[in-house]
């Protein structure tokens, strides 16, 4: 997803971008662009070409396919966040940025960082938080200030959450899609949306929920095997509070947002992503600058990380691991709409200094200019 934002984002500012993504066998099975464009919420078209990849070779050969296929078209620089890229194309002299979530991993992964900022190659270094900047210029002597090194937290289309409607119109625009009991107009929805894996909260959701049996809790996206986990957890539980969508393509994604009266993230003190590993002191999750941008109360963690964007003038901060400070903070704010929309309109504000174009155009500022 967030690859995509920013292919997108780079497009816009005028860059010519081609994106090169891991292949699949069965040419019959390629998304169109329509598609593409749905799942992932773009409006501006750029070429996406799929290069072999075999999963016995763990991205190695995906990585020398794409440094071969940047250098037969004449690219000015090769952007990735693939390590074995990254690192390859700067050893050959090929102008690269890398762009960096998580502190190296593994065995192989402080070699081929190590390899990438040696290299001639090595332009750019991009970073989502200040935490993980500092991590990576202790651990591996890597610049932490600018030119070389970006410090950009994730973004969000503005223009996908122009003129957000009402809750209640939101819910409308959904009938068939979701419940009857999301449609009422007099319903108080706490809405989460985004990945269920391991750290997101969702336990702690669930412990609220059994608390605030007059609050429903809206629960958007998720890979199906942990919908389906999740789905059971919550019967077993008896929870009736709950509604789960299951995947919802990043297109329509504002609809369900604006459906809640106040969106929640409740990250824990370790997070998995997808990979595996602790994210948790780097995070920079895009749902942030979409609830931002949703113009929506949010109540969320109180990660040190998670400061670097909120603060108590556009989001309430809980203990993470505190299920009735939650219960109590969403009692609150359901009692209080004044308090709720102060924080939702600046909330909106903040969101933009966060967009996917000022992002793009912050990376590549002065590019020439940047050496490790």
């Known amino acids: 997803m967030q690859v995509m934002k920013m292919a997108q984002a780079l497009g816009l500012s005028g860059h010519s971008i081609r994106l090169a993504v891991p292949g699949i066998d069965d040419a019959s099975e390629l998304p169109s662009w329509d598609e593409l464009a749905h799942q992932y919420g773009l409006e501006y078209a750029f070429p996406v070409e799929w290069l ?38 700067s050893l050959l002299g090929m102008p690269a940025i890398c762009e960096v979530h998580d502190y190296p991993q593994g065995r192989m992964g402080p070699l081929l960082f190590r390899a990438f900022l040696k290299g001639r190659g090595a332009r750019r270094l991009v970073v989502i938080t ?19 090194t970006i410090i950009a937290p994730d ?14 119109v939101a819910r409308q625009r959904l009938a068939g899609f979701l419940p009857e009991q999301v449609l009422q107009e007099d319903q108080f929805i706490a809405g989460y949306t985004g990945n269920l894996y391991e750290g997101r909260g969702i336990s702690l959701l669930l ?30 539980r008896g929870l009736e509070n709950i509604i789960l969508t299951g995947f919802v393509p990043n297109a329509a994604l504002p609809s369900y947002q604006a ?19 602790n ?32 603060n108590q003038e556009n989001a309430i901060l809980l203990p993470p691991h505190d299920v009735y400070a939650w219960v109590e903070a969403l009692q609150s704010l359901r009692a209080d709409p004044e308090r709720a929309a102060k924080l939702a309109i600046q909330a909106r504000r903040d969101a933009g200094l966060y967009t996917w174009s000022s992002r793009a155009e912050l990376i590549l500022a002065d590019l020439e200019d940047s050496h490790a």
């Open 279 to 310: 994210i948790a002191p780097y995070l920079s999750p895009m749902k942030l600058f979409e609830y931002l941008a949703c113009e929506r109360p949010i109540l969320s963690s109180d990660l040190p990380v998670l400061r670097e964007v909120l």
């Open 155 to 168: 973004g969000v289309d503005l223009a996908r959450y122009a003129q957000i409607p009402s809750p209640d």
């Open 207 to 236: 412990d609220i929920a059994v608390c605030l049996p007059e609050v429903l809790f809206l629960i958007a996206g998720g890979e199906p095997q942990d919908v389906d986990r999740l789905q059971n957890d919550v019967k077993s």
């Open 130 to 148: 200040r935490p993980l900047a500092l991590e990576l210029s202790r651990g591996f002597g890597a610049p932490g200030s600018p030119p070389f």
């Open 259 to 277: 459906a809640c009266n106040t969106l929640l993230m409740p990250y824990q003190t370790r997070v998995a992503a997808s990979s595996g590993g």
């Open 52 to 89: 072999p990849a075999r999963s016995q070779f763990r991205r190695y050969d995906y990585g020398l396919h794409a440094v071969r296929w940047a250098r037969s078209w004449g690219a000015d620089v090769l952007y990735t966040r693939l390590p074995q890229a990254a690192a390859l194309a």
